[in-house]
């Protein structure tokens, strides 16, 4: 199995077969260049001949053959190379396999899948037993990440250390080589590498955490997805070992199953697929199987939307269907929900950027394959549920990436094209309901929310009429949320389902931005209403919830409630804010307090007057706005 792949002058893999041994290989990359008209260019051939390795050849785009030339040079060089190019060319040259990663590459090109015994990439099974694990957890004098922060103790599986700094961290690095783990999982543990390898550097102290002693640094990077500025923070990667920060949202939805069958997948170390987004791993999987096909991946994307007049943009579907429901609560419930509905109409309707429609599909119909096998399998074992998950929102965002600007294998008109056919495909689903007497309560892109009977023979009707499979979920009851102006809220729902498991959408509870004691009140109270199937038994709760409301209520009136309990996390989208509001506030205490910050990071703080707009630190606030807060906690009751 591969564990690790560095890259640099050399290749080096680190292969676990009974003990760990590294191998190291030469490797020189190539990219591909394009000219619309060579004599054009003779004289800057002749000079990239005299300094590099230039090959005339023909190549495979996923829009067919073009001729040109490969040029061989350094790993480091190739951008700068390529970026030169385009300069002299004035933009005119087509390059190709510029900005692809070079353990990608070298997969690829040797047919190697790492974190899998043997090349079956779309194989489920793990032999987790074979790899060695350790569970690290440290914790600080302060506990805020402040730069300046000591540590205080030390985890390593069930020993504790402690002591000093120095005490602790070479204890630290000593229990590290004895346990020579495969696997780290560390919560926040790219936020402590970066202070570990200073202090270790302070005192003069070798980690073992990478097997030969280097670090790969992954940079911070602030950045702008679906309307929301995010932020991913620098991480310190071993060579050799696997260093998986269990705070992650890969690791928090997919697990370490997940993360290793993202790391196959993809056909990237899993150092990396734990800390990429979804995006970025769907992204990667697809450059990995053009590669793999031979097919050449662009530099630069040159099939930008065409010029369309107003009425064409008006006829082009850039959204899904959504209905809007009648707020109020239901009994006896079905969801109909399509499996992975987008990707499944690329598959389906063969959607793909060249005209023959054949690169795209062909590329997602074994991940969706997978998708509808872990789905099967996970209701059965729940050891599928990680790897259902990150197949579940690679699949997800393959749809989006087909619309992303900057996409090596998008184009707009397949994104329009894609719900469009979505449309269509509710709206029939919703009329092959109603023309089997059900009710159609809601709808929002790839499900709807229905009552009636004969569930199975509709299922069967509609996978039958869409070509798409189906899941049912049954609700005993469902509760659509209304908003401000009393109309049906979208997407904010909660309901019980038939197994007594409460499913919740969009409330209180569910938000991230929620303080944790009035999360824990919603929660309590939806704990409660899981018990209840029917209609008649919420009523009878009715007195049970009130009590717990009120509890809640007269301990925040009182001032008991311990503040950093009502810390409210935004995250921001800048650093400097014109008008007055808390998250301004808030970056002013955390700078004061030498805590650096960048757009796209997600801060904390306690409303001390929401007048002003007077905020406080979650671990330095001693009061709270009684006022704010119980409005806060009125509107989770309403819901």
Not at 27 to 33: A, D, G, Q, V
Not at 154 to 177: A, D, M, P
């Amino acid at each position: 199995m591969i564990l690790d792949c560095w890259t640099g002058r050399k290749v080096e893999l680190w292969v676990k077969e009974g003990k760990v041994r590294r191998i190291e290989f030469d490797y020189s990359p190539y990219f591909y260049l394009h000219l619309p008209d060579e004599h054009r260019y003779a004289e800057m051939l002749e000079a990239l001949e005299s300094l590099y390795r230039v090959e005339e050849c023909s190549f495979s785009t996923i829009y067919g053959e073009l001729n040109g030339y490969r040029i061989c040079c350094n790993a480091k060089e190739i951008r700068k190379l390529a970026e030169k190019i385009e300069l002299q060319t004035r933009f005119q040259a087509r390059l190709y396999n510029v900005d692809i990663r070079l353990d990608q590459r070298f997969f690829a090109e040797r047919n190697l899948v790492p974190c899998c015994e043997g090349n079956d990439r779309f194989s489920l099974e793990f032999c987790l037993p074979n790899l060695r694990i350790a569970e690290v957890e440290v914790k600080g004098e302060r506990c805020y990440p402040s730069v300046n922060n000591r540590i205080a103790e030390i985890r390593v599986n069930r020993t504790v250390l402690r002591g000093s700094e120095r005490q602790i961290l070479e204890e630290f690095s000593q229990q590290i080589k004895l346990a020579d783990p495969d696997v780290i999982l560390f919560p926040h543990a790219d936020y402590w590498m970066d202070l570990i390898t200073k202090k270790a550097g302070k005192y003069g102290i070798k980690l073992s955490m990478s097997r030969n002693g280097r670090f790969r640094k992954l940079e911070s990077k602030t950045y702008f997805s679906y309307g929301r500025t995010l932020y991913r923070p620098s991480a310190y990667i071993p060579a050799g070992r696997i260093l998986i920060d269990t705070e992650s949202f890969n690791y928090r939805e997919g697990g370490l199953k997940g993360i290793l069958l993202a790391s196959r997948l993809a056909c990237i170390p899993a150092n990396y697929a734990s800390r990429f987004t979804p995006g970025t791993l769907i992204s990667s999987y697809e450059v990995y199987e053009a590669l793999k096909r031979g097919i050449a991946v662009p530099f630069r994307k040159r099939d930008a939307e065409n010029a369309r007049s107003l009425e064409e943009l008006k006829i082009a579907d850039r959204g899904g269907m959504v209905f809007q429901p009648k707020p109020g609560v239901y009994e006896n419930v079905f969801q109909l929900d399509f499996t992975s509905m987008y990707p499944a109409i690329i598959v389906k309707y063969n959607l793909s950027p060249e005209s023959d429609g054949r690169f795209l599909p062909e590329v997602l119909e074994p991940l969706l394959k997978l998708r509808i096998e872990t789905k099967r399998r996970k209701k059965e074992n729940s050891a599928y549920e990680g790897m259902d998950s990150i197949l579940k929102w690679m699949l997800v965002t393959c749809f989006g990436y087909t619309g992303y600007k900057n996409a090596k294998f998008g184009r707009i008109e397949v994104h329009e094209s894609i719900t469009r056919i979505g449309r269509e495909i509710l709206l029939k689903a919703k009329q092959i309901a109603e023309s089997m007497d059900f009710e159609v309560l809601h709808g929002i892109v790839d499900c709807l929310w229905i009552k009636g009977n004969g569930i199975n023979k509709l299922k069967e009707k509609v996978e039958k009429e869409t070509g798409l499979l189906t899941d049912i979920e049954h609700y005993n009851w469902i509760v659509f949320l209304p908003m401000k102006d009393n109309t049906g809220a979208y997407s904010r729902y909660y309901g019980r389902l038939a197994g007594g498991k409460l499913k919740l959408r969009g409330v209180f509870a569910k938000r991230s931005d929620t303080p944790e004691y009035i999360r824990k009140m919603q929660l309590e109270l939806f704990d409660k209403l899981s018990g209840a199937e029917t209609l008649d038994g919420i009523h009878r709760l009715k007195d049970k919830l009130l009590q717990i409301y009120r509890e809640y209520r007269s301990e925040l009136k009182r001032g008991d409630v311990n503040a950093e309990k009502l810390a409210i996390h935004r995250r921001i989208s800048k650093l400097s804010y014109s008008r007055r509001c808390p998250e301004m506030n808030a970056i002013r205490a955390y700078r004061k307090s030498g805590i650096r910050l960048a757009a796209g990071m997600s801060v904390s703080f306690v409303v001390v007057s929401a007048r002003n707009w007077i905020v406080d630190l979650p671990w330095k606030a001693k009061s709270y706005d009684e006022r704010y807060y119980l409005k806060l906690l009125d509107k989770a009751w309403e819901e």
